[in-house]
């Protein structure tokens, strides 16, 4: 992930609402793609964030247009670690 | 999900390395495609068990051909929810 592309929300920990505005707002900025991005556990948030947003707010007009799964190296030293990580690619159908 | 597809396994609350070994046997069992299944927030556990078997087992020979995302709707009457889902294709290079 060195390239950071435009319009990525990051999922944490916050609640819902709060990513799921976020994604609302980058379509309603005339943006047609989103992505949304997450590690470990709040994988599980991301895919529920999508989800809301496609059912609730976009209902039909959103499209996944691609999944992305894989792994990230994370920490220094005795630290490392591997995390799973989550790609969620969407975009809008006008 | 109403037709069960053969390969299959469902990622609950076992460790980690329960679900990996279950996706190793059935590729070494002959068979050249495996599913992986979640709902809510074993979501993340999926994704986890995907890539320690695809990084750790079977460096290069395995494949995601394809990750679904979706809403399925749990219990009944007042306790009805949305839970979402995730649906992880994994194939095998010969």
Do not use: W
Not at 1 to 12: K, L
Not at 69 to 85: A, K
Not at 86 to 92: Q, T
């Amino acid at each position: 992930m060195s390239r950071a592309p435009p319009d990525v929300v990051f999922i944490g920990k916050k609640p819902l609402m709060a990513y799921a505005t976020a994604v609302m707002m980058h379509f309603n900025s005339g943006s047609n793609q989103c992505t949304v991005k997450a590690r470990g556990q709040s994988i599980s948030h991301a895919v529920d964030v999508v989800e809301v947003v496609r059912n609730r707010f976009f209902q039909g007009k959103l499209v996944i247009k691609e999944v992305k799964i894989g792994t990230e190296l994370l920490g220094e030293g005795d630290e490392q670690r591997n995390v799973s990580t989550i790609e969620i690619v969407l975009s809008k159908n006008d």
